[in-house]
């Protein structure tokens, strides 16, 4: 079954970048899909979430980051720092009322972010192989040194035939928002999930963000053959299954 996908649309962000987005209102929280790294709102993830919610009625908020997907801009410019204002912006813009953020990979740190400077309007939390502070546990030191000194480092790539680069400027700006080594001031319900043969982020990662959050309402789901990309039918089913139980939650502490 192919799910139809609206064309995006567009904010012209200050500097004049336009930022595509597919947005749609309610009158419960909105739901916030934010992408991988060099991914983009187009993928089954974001997809499946969106064709959920518009069943059900639920708001979402779907976007490109600058440099990914229809948006404007170089991926090589791209920075964590930029990113998250892109989303607060668009956010503000777009998405009313209460928020359930969810990350994938990358999308999982941003999502944390975004939560800091946000966090009156949070409902929960999902990250989906959640991947903080990546620029130090995902790089040996001869490839930080490399970052530091403003170099690119390619890596293989197992999903297409190009490699993936990592430009100095985004490690550089990635490791002021390191987060694992303190505690996040986060209260909400928050829902990780993790494959166990995950190639690209380790599950122990999402152990230690589990620990790290303040919140006492975090639930880590492992699975045990999930790999990073969590993309089988029955990890969407964990996934959404997910996403109906904050929403639910939040339904019944709203007045």
Not at 112 to 127: E, F, P, Q
Not at 130 to 142: K, N, Q, T
Request: hydrophobic share 40%.
């Amino acid at each position: 079954m192919t799910t139809e996908i609206a064309p995006p649309q567009f904010h012209t962000m200050s500097d004049g970048r336009r930022i595509a987005y597919r947005s749609s209102a309610s009158n419960g929280p909105t739901i916030v899909f934010l992408p991988g790294y060099m991914s983009d709102m187009d993928g089954g993830k974001a997809t499946a979430i969106a064709s959920w919610a518009k069943k059900r009625r639920h708001g979402t908020l779907l976007l490109d980051y600058s440099g990914c997907g229809h948006s404007d801009g170089d991926f090589a410019d791209g920075t964590l720092t930029q990113w998250r204002d892109e989303v607060l912006e668009l956010t503000d813009a777009y998405a009313k009322g209460p928020l359930l953020l969810v990350g994938s990979s990358m999308g999982g740190w941003l999502m944390l972010l975004v939560a800091l400077a946000m966090k009156d309007r949070l409902v929960g939390m999902i990250g989906i192989a959640p991947a903080p502070d990546f620029s130090d546990w995902g790089f040996d030191e001869g490839q930080k040194w490399a970052l530091a000194e403003g170099k690119t480092v390619y890596e293989d790539n197992p999903y297409g035939p190009a490699p993936t680069p990592t430009h100095g400027k985004f490690w550089q700006d990635a490791e002021t928002h390191r987060l694992l080594d303190g505690s996040i001031d986060l209260a909400c319900p928050v829902h990780l999930i993790h494959g166990q043969q995950d190639n690209d982020v380790p599950w122990q990662v999402s152990v230690r963000l589990a620990e790290a959050l303040r919140s006492e309402q975090v639930q880590v789901t492992l699975v045990k053959s999930g790999t990073h990309r969590l993309s089988r039918p029955e990890d969407i089913a964990l996934l959404l299954s997910g996403i109906a139980a904050i929403s639910q939650a939040a339904a019944r502490e709203t007045p």
